[in-house]
């Protein structure tokens, strides 16, 4: 049997127990909240990595995933080659109205065009609002944090490994362009450095070609 006013007296200790204990309430929005990096708020497209291979909208078990585009023919590159084609971004939306933020989007994206970004202050008024369009995805890509360091040890990425290969073989072509000696001068020597070769007067300083070349009338007449 329970003794009479215990009840009471339990509510008041867990009272007391909680005024000596610092506040973890957030005062959103004045305060904001601390998140993961990898927080799923929102999504960005990296439009010059889509090849519009549709995979995304395919996969979104929302269908929340709309693109449109057309195809394009690319002209031969080399003399006597093969026209190409490929596919051009008409429309690229996300409805995050109906989208339930499970990342299947992103996995299977196979050329890394889509991100999660932590921003998740974009509520509506109207529901059609939500629809965010290409320019849109596009502005949240610049949320989007920086991926975390590799593991110590870890392999190196392939893009990172061509990059900086390519950086070092341009680094090593400059450096021996630089240590080169000048190549030897084409030009002929000058009229004087000739004549001062073969121990013939040179011309006084002041007098020109012209003058030097002309026969010397004086005398003659
Ligand atoms: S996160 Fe999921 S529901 Fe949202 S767009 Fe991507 S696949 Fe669709
Ligand atoms: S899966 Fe990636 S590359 Fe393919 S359409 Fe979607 S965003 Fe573009």
């Given at each position: 049997?329970?003794?009479?006013?215990?009840?009471?007296?339990k509510?008041?200790?867990?009272?007391?127990?909680?005024?000596?204990?610092?506040?973890?309430?957030?005062?959103?929005?004045?305060?904001?909240?601390?998140?993961?990096?990898?927080?799923?708020?929102?999504?960005?497209?990296?439009?010059?990595?889509?090849?519009?291979?549709?995979?995304?909208?395919?996969e979104?078990?929302?269908?929340?995933?709309?693109?449109?585009?057309?195809?394009?023919?690319?002209?031969?590159?080399?003399?006597?080659?093969?026209?190409r084609?490929?596919?051009?971004?008409d429309?690229?939306?996300?409805?995050?109205?109906l989208?339930?933020?499970?990342?299947?989007?992103?996995?299977?994206?196979?050329?890394?065009a889509?991100?999660?970004?932590p921003?998740?202050?974009y509520?509506?008024?109207?529901?059609r609002?939500?629809?965010?369009?290409?320019?849109?995805?596009?502005?949240?890509?610049?949320?989007?944090?920086?991926?975390?360091?590799?593991?110590?040890?870890?392999?190196?990425?392939?893009?990172?490994?061509a990059?900086?290969?390519?950086?070092?073989?341009?680094?090593?072509?400059?450096?021996?362009?630089?240590?080169?000696?000048?190549?030897?001068?084409?030009?002929?020597?000058?009229?004087?450095?000739?004549?001062?070769?073969?121990?013939?007067?040179?011309?006084?300083?002041?007098?020109?070609k012209?003058?030097t070349?002309?026969?010397?009338?004086e005398?003659?007449?």
């Amino acid at each position: 049997m329970a003794i009479p006013g215990s009840g009471l007296a339990k509510g008041l200790a867990v009272t007391l127990r909680t005024m000596t204990r610092k506040s973890v309430t957030a005062q959103y929005p004045d305060t904001q909240p601390d998140l993961p990096p990898r927080t799923r708020g929102v999504i960005g497209l990296f439009e010059e990595n889509c090849t519009v291979c549709m995979l995304c909208a395919r996969e979104c078990p929302d269908w929340c995933i709309y693109i449109d585009s057309h195809k394009e023919t690319v002209p031969a590159a080399t003399p006597g080659g093969r026209e190409r084609s490929r596919n051009v971004l008409d429309r690229f939306a996300i409805d995050f109205s109906l989208c339930m933020y499970c990342g299947i989007c992103i996995e299977v994206c196979p050329f890394d065009a889509l991100f999660w970004s932590p921003e998740f202050e974009y509520a509506e008024t109207d529901i059609r609002d939500l629809t965010h369009e290409r320019d849109k995805l596009r502005e949240w890509m610049w949320t989007v944090p920086a991926p975390p360091a590799l593991d110590p040890g870890a392999e190196e990425p392939k893009e990172i490994a061509a990059a900086r290969k390519t950086a070092e073989k341009l680094a090593a072509q400059q450096q021996a362009a630089a240590a080169e000696p000048p190549a030897p001068s084409t030009t002929e020597p000058h009229a004087d450095e000739q004549a001062r070769a073969a121990g013939q007067p040179t011309r006084p300083a002041g007098e020109s070609k012209q003058q030097t070349d002309q026969p010397k009338q004086e005398g003659r007449e």
